[in-house]
């Protein structure tokens, strides 16, 4: 069976969120991010060259396509084509029966890069942080570079989008962590095993509304402390530091 123009329509379509939405789909491309996903996500299409599905079968999927290297390429929004595409339903958890006591949480407030957001996924799957909980404005984490970004990890965090003024005041016997200028050295502050780890906007930071819920400010100190240096880390960056501090005290 060839990759239909049809199919090829669908993959191309999810690139835009509002088609991600209507159908409750997003797209990964490569052998090991599909094959990462294959065991973690309920999959509705999986096409790839011949040599690729009998290598590594058998395959869990609603259908298999047997693609060739130019319906593959067609298909495609990378540079490289790649082995294998596949077309995976969206994972969906009631954030209500999630248990939040003695877990680290990541909270992301309107991360806007696709790359932020999937390397960020990737090193909460790093250090064992299972749920990030984003505000509805954040990059969507079904996006095909956030997808790519994310080199599988997507499969194992789970990701939610909510309004987080609301969900942070509903659980604020938990602590909550946050990075400023004016917040206290992370290498000689106390930090708890469990709470919410915050992580604002590229360009502007944590918002007004969030700022006021973080029990706990956070700074990361440059090195030496008197010297002339950039003005602020990389989001991601940022978040994979306070990440490691808090697991190097665990």
């Not at 932020?116 to 299972?130: H, K």
């Not at 918002?207 to 402390?225: E, G």
């Given at each position: ?17 509002k088609h991600r939405n209507e159908h409750g789909l997003f797209v990964a491309e490569g052998r090991k991010l599909v094959t990462d996903l294959l065991g973690n996500c309920r999959c509705q299409l999986l096409a790839g060259l011949p040599e690729v599905l ?197």
């Amino acid at each position: 069976m060839a990759l239909s123009k049809n199919k090829i329509k669908l993959i191309h379509s999810l690139g835009e969120k509002k088609h991600r939405n209507e159908h409750g789909l997003f797209v990964a491309e490569g052998r090991k991010l599909v094959t990462d996903l294959l065991g973690n996500c309920r999959c509705q299409l999986l096409a790839g060259l011949p040599e690729v599905l009998s290598d590594i079968s058998p395959w869990s999927a609603e259908e298999i396509v047997i693609a060739s290297h130019e319906e593959l390429k067609k298909a495609s929004n990378l540079k490289t084509v790649p082995q294998l595409i596949g077309v995976f339903h969206q994972p969906r958890q009631v954030v209500g029966e999630i248990k939040l006591e003695g877990k680290l949480h990541m909270v992301l407030d309107a991360i806007q890069d696709p790359g932020n957001m999937g390397t960020i996924v990737r090193l909460c799957d790093w250090f064992g942080i299972e749920h990030i909980f984003c505000s509805p404005d954040s990059a969507d984490v079904f996006n095909p570079k956030t997808v790519q970004a994310t080199m599988g990890a997507i499969a194992r965090v789970n990701v939610h989008y909510l309004p987080l003024k609301e969900f942070l005041a509903k659980n604020r016997t938990l602590p909550v962590y946050g990075t400023f200028l004016e917040g206290e050295n992370i290498y000689s502050s106390t930090l708890a095993g469990s709470g919410f780890i915050v992580m604002g906007n590229e360009g502007n930071g944590i918002s007004p509304d969030i700022r006021q819920l973080v029990t706990h400010k956070l700074f990361i100190p440059n090195y030496p402390a008197d010297s002339r240096t950039s003005e602020s880390l990389n989001v991601a960056v940022a978040a994979a530091i306070v990440c490691s501090e808090f697991r190097r005290r665990g």
